[in-house]
């Protein structure tokens, strides 16, 4: 019964930790929960937090699905041939080690300020970390079951669906994970320095103005998005694919 109401209880720990910090400290820099969550309402009511908010997720979501079926495809390629993995493994560690906001600008300085230039950049600097993980999920894959699914003719798709795919899924729910936290920091970076809505605009808006009230309402209703996406669609996808055990 307690380590279902931990999660509750550590929530309630952080808010009285900042409600403390809040009281003690009185200053503008570091609002009471109770004023971030009016500020919250007022952007709420009047329409700007939910247009931008969803704005935002609209770029993740593009972003994100081309980042990981791109991923997949190239990193499950590479783990499956050493002599294409051995000519593109140094490709890889250049494009993982260019800092994210060198990619961004050098997009915004070939294709302009636009929508398609904002989604490559975030795409270019997370399709690396997938390829990253699925190779190296590929490379461990079981030969024995491989070699039973080619003895009995299982096909590529079934072989796709019921020997490789099952062996990849920590590794596609890590990278899942992982692109959801690297890819919606990129898209704040992209929308702040070449965009003219989305949350990163905002939150360089507010930046101007010291604003920090918003600028944590901005954040929680973010944070609160994501985590409702792994609660209500990673964690029971994560589910279904481990029923089998």
Not at 44 to 56: D, K
Not at 144 to 160: E, H, P, S, V, W
Not at 163 to 182: D, E, N, V, Y
Not at 212 to 237: M, R
């Amino acid at each position: 019964m307690l380590s279902r109401n931990l999660p509750t209880l550590s929530i309630l720990v952080f808010l009285g930790i900042w409600q403390g910090l809040a009281i003690f400290l009185h200053s503008s820099l570091l609002p009471s929960p109770e004023n971030v969550a009016h500020v919250f309402w007022q952007h709420c009511q009047s329409g700007e937090l939910p247009y931008h908010l969803g704005v935002t997720l609209l770029r993740l979501l593009v972003s994100f699905t081309i980042s990981m079926l791109l991923g997949c495809i190239i990193g499950i390629t590479l783990g499956r041939n050493e002599k294409l993995n051995a000519f593109f493994d140094h490709w890889l560690v250049i494009f993982l080690n260019i800092p994210a906001l060198v990619t961004v600008i050098l997009c915004y300085v070939w294709f302009g300020l636009t929508e398609s230039a904002a989604i490559l950049a975030v795409v270019l600097n997370k399709v690396p970390n997938v390829v990253v993980m699925l190779r190296e999920g590929t490379r461990a894959l079981d030969k024995d079951l491989l070699n039973m699914a080619k003895c009995y003719q299982f096909g590529r798709i079934k072989t796709l669906r019921h020997i490789i795919l099952p062996q990849l899924h920590p590794f596609l729910m890590s990278a899942t994970r992982s692109g959801l936290a690297l890819i919606w920091k990129i898209i704040l970076m992209v929308e702040l320095l070449g965009r003219s809505n989305g949350m990163g605009y905002q939150l360089h808006l507010f930046f101007q103005w010291f604003d920090i009230a918003s600028i944590l309402a901005y954040t929680v209703a973010f944070v609160g998005v994501i985590q409702l996406l792994e609660f209500a669609l990673l964690k029971p996808l994560d589910n279904l694919a481990l029923k089998w055990r």
